[in-house]
């Protein structure tokens, strides 16, 4: 499983090279980018609606294994070739070699499926067999397709989250927010660079040194505030190219982030948020450090 740390709750300035606080500078949202498929490619959005869970069709579908355990990149990187969109009232699946595949939303009462992401248990939605079936022969295994409709709840079992705090299929927490800064300082360091695809973040955040989003503790973008949760705890998804679906041979860039991101917690790269309200965030918005 995953680990995660906490994002620290004292500073509210960021001193990197040059000693800039990131509260003077003009920061944006840089990009958003969606998963509709839990592992599957990004999807980037020119704006899009903030909900209790997440972004709007962010990480509300999901393959699962014969004991509804999610499968992900990290032992399928296939999936992250997988092109999912949401489609007029479902999602549309394309992948190398396969035909076109639209699903429809499971509609009530659909028929439950239970499912796994880490310790999380949650009672999804099952979907149509077609489905399930167009998965299996892309990835070569027997796998399910969950969806997580309104009566799917998953609580937020962190430190610092409220009674009430949802979360989709995501990892753990409802959404992820890295800056173009922190990207730049890593491919300084990379033999190779390697774009933002890897991190799988929602939001990315341009106009401030690299890791400044370490030291923020509430955010307002859009009209919409976040807290900053926790740091993200890097795995070896990171090291999948989302170009091929195939690991990297040499174990970047996890390895080059392990020799100067590593703490206590582990590899951490970006910063978790939770939504304390709803709205609408487009590319350019401007982003505010409230803490």
Known sequence: MPRTT????SPTTWSGSGGTDSRAMAIALASIHLHPLKSCAPLDVAEACVQRRGLAHDRRWMAVDGNG????GRTQPGLTLVQARPDAGGLRLDAPGMATLRIAVPGAPASRLPVRVWDDEVDASATDAAADDWLSAYLGVHVRLAYMDAAAARAVDAPGTRAGDQVSFADSLPLLLLSQGSLDGLNARLPRPVSMRRFRPNLVVDGVDAHAEDAWSRLRIGGVEFDVMRACTRCVFTTVDPDRGERDA??????TLAGYRRSDAGVTFG???VPRGTGTLR???EVVVVA
């Open 250 to 255: 040499g174990g970047e860039p996890l390895r």
């Open 271 to 273: 910063q978790h948020l």
């Open 283 to 285: 590319v350019g918005d």
């Open 6 to 9: 906490r994002a620290s709750s």
């Open 69 to 72: 355990v999610a499968v992900t």
